[in-house]
């Protein structure tokens, strides 16, 4: 029902153990202290200053979707 893939851009990051991806947003970084990983069943304790370049890079990914929708919505030609 709430099936809404966009442009195959889910932002995440990889699983250190089993490799496979977990989808995350920066927000949910922010606001919890852990993520668990729905493939291997792997919880992981968020360092705020380890995963500061995963942050960053999915505050890249979430900014370039914002682009995306911005986009989209204006739609118009200059
Ligand atoms: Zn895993």
Known sequence: MGNNQRQGQTPGMPCPQCGQFIPTTVTELLVSSSLCCPHCGLRLSIDRAKSMKAMQALAKVEAAQ??????SKFNGRY
């Open 66 to 71: 914002r682009r995306v929708e911005k986009t």
